[in-house]
């Protein structure tokens, strides 16, 4: 039988692992960004409200149960977490940035479309340079719960994309385990940033 404190023990030590190098490429200044793994189907941690991801700790992560409000401590983002963790029963993690390159371009366009880059086959299902990703950039607001909703609305019609932007406010991304999303977030940066540059 799992121990789930043990799982949750190994999934923050990898989070904050993640943290400080998002922190050190400068997607994760001050106390922005927030990113949560899920523990069982029913559990996920999620990065405290108000850390600063540069000196992000193991004792920074609130354990959050999907079919409870979740605690005061808790990232002011944990809804939308939630909602997607709920809408996509295979997701493990979902991690949140807010690099320069996201955030000028969701601030931009209605939406960022990713094409010809060989760096498309780091995405989630991808295995040609000649996929296309639209990366949806939905409006921002402070009422999280809209925007959750908004998030899921967007899912429904648009169910095989592996990110989204909120204007001003940065980037979403998620998949299976931290590792892949990590490089699913690197991969998206990346291409993010070549796209801010033309």
Not at 19 to 31: I, V
Not at 85 to 114: P, R
Not at 156 to 179: C, D, M, R
Request: with cysteine.
């Amino acid at each position: 039988m799992r121990n789930m404190a043990t799982d949750v023990e190994l999934l923050k030590r990898d989070l904050v692992e993640l943290s400080h190098d998002f922190h050190r490429r400068g997607w994760s200044l001050a106390t922005s960004s927030n990113f949560s793994a899920r523990v069982d189907q029913d559990h996920f941690i999620i990065t405290a409200s108000g850390k600063d991801k540069g000196s992000l700790s193991v004792n920074d992560f609130v354990l959050v149960n999907l079919h409870q409000p979740p605690p005061d401590k808790a990232s002011a983002e944990t809804l939308l977490h939630a909602a997607l963790y709920n809408l996509m029963q295979q997701t493990g993690c979902v991690l949140h940035i807010h690099s320069v390159s996201a955030t000028f371009l969701s601030m931009k366009q209605s939406e960022v479309v990713l094409e010809g880059y060989e760096m498309l086959k780091a995405l989630s299902g991808v295995s040609t340079h000649h996929h296309l990703e639209t990366v949806p950039v939905l409006p921002n607001s402070q009422d999280l719960e809209a925007l959750s909703q908004d998030v899921l609305t967007m899912l429904k019609y648009q169910p095989n994309v592996h990110a989204f932007l909120i204007a001003g406010h940065g980037l979403y991304t998620w998949s299976e385990s931290i590792f892949k999303a990590k490089i699913q977030m690197e991969a998206l940066e990346f291409m993010l940033d070549c796209e801010s540059r033309k």
